[in-house]
């Protein structure tokens, strides 16, 4: 019995692990976009360096993701 327990705590700790890389994905993003929207009032091409900077964010975030899975 305790055995069950374990493996439903592993899938809902892996569960966690998965839904936390999407939510820093867009949190990531969406820091990226409020960045661009600031440095819009600068210059209205800035923007995009703002969103530039979110996605470059979101990519590492990804990348760190894949290096923790591929190290065991």
Sequence with gaps: M??????DL?????FL???S???SIVV???L???LGML??????????VGVFFGLCAA???IYRAYKDITKD
């Design 10 to 14: 592993n899938i809902f700790v892996l």
């Design 39 to 48: 440095l819009a009032k600068i210059h209205k091409a800035l923007f995009i």
């Design 17 to 19: 692990k998965e839904s």
């Design 21 to 23: 890389l999407g939510i």
């Design 28 to 30: 990531a993003i969406l």
């Design 2 to 7: 305790n055995n069950k327990k374990d493996k």
């Design 59 to 61: 990519g590492l975030n």
């Design 32 to 34: 990226g976009i409020g």
